[in-house]
């Protein structure tokens, strides 16, 4: 489903230039579960933003289905981000003023999901990650467990067919973290395809 091809990825900062990601190369099929492992700074993260359309390499060949990305305009890259890819970060990423229910919901309205719709498949998203008592609360009346369940059901609002998640329990508490792994095995097993950047092996 995703091929890269010797992907490099460089920047320039003053005066010197920073090769990232040197020659990668990385077959992934539906339905896999990937684990990128690495110590901070090895260009996890710039990988993951190019396999999520976020960023575009400096070389090589990175191709969704069969279509190269880099032929694709600008637009085609934001559908491709909003309907193929969900994605779960490490610090949530969600928006203070919003309650729950409206941060699910976010990436539906650029979708162009009609509100009664994407108000109703927040709900059930978040009733199926056991938050439906939360469905109202803001961001700062969850704990962080909670919050990122909630980037969870944000990830999949659209579908969600390849989750990737940035070292989704980088800032949780060890049983949070484990519910968030929880979860996102039990994802992989409904089929959606996960990819986790994290520096833990473990």
Same mark, same amino acid.
């Given at each position: 489903m995703l091929e890269l %091809?010797?992907?490099? %990825?460089? &920047?320039?900062?003053? $005066?010197?230039?920073?090769?990232?990601l040197k020659d990668v190369s990385l077959n992934i099929e539906a339905g896999e579960f990937i684990s990128i492992i690495g110590q901070s *700074?090895? *260009?996890? #993260?710039?990988l993951m933003n190019i396999i999520g359309c976020i960023d575009t390499p400096s070389s090589g060949s990175y191709k969704i289905e069969g279509r190269e990305t880099a032929n694709l305009s600008g637009d085609e @890259?934001?559908?491709l981000r909003?309907? %193929? &890819? *969900?994605?779960? &970060?490490?610090k949530y990423n969600l928006i203070a003023t919003m309650d729950a229910t409206a941060?699910? #919901? @976010?990436? =539906?309205v650029y979708a162009g999901v009609g =509100?009664?719709?994407?108000?109703?498949? =927040?709900?059930? @998203?978040?009733?199926?990650l056991e938050l439906g008592d939360r469905i %109202?609360? @803001?961001?700062?009346?969850?704990? *962080?467990?909670? !919050? !990122?369940r909630v980037s969870i059901a944000r990830a999949l609002i659209n579908g969600g067919e390849v989750i990737l998640a940035d070292e989704p329990t980088g800032a949780l $508490? #060890?049983? #949070?973290g484990e519910t968030v792994m929880q979860i996102l095995t039990a994802l992989h097993k409904e089929g959606h395809t996960i990819i986790i950047v994290t520096h833990d092996a473990h």
């Open positions: %091809k010797d992907i490099n %990825k460089k &920047f320039i900062l003053g $005066d010197n230039e920073i090769h990232v *700074g090895s *260009g996890k #993260s710039t @890259l934001a559908a909003s309907k %193929k &890819f *969900g994605f779960v &970060f490490q941060n699910v #919901s @976010l990436p =539906a =509100a009664s719709e994407r108000t109703k498949r =927040a709900v059930e @998203l978040l009733d199926k %109202k609360n @803001l961001p700062s009346k969850l704990s *962080g467990g909670q !919050q !990122q $508490d #060890s049983k #949070s």
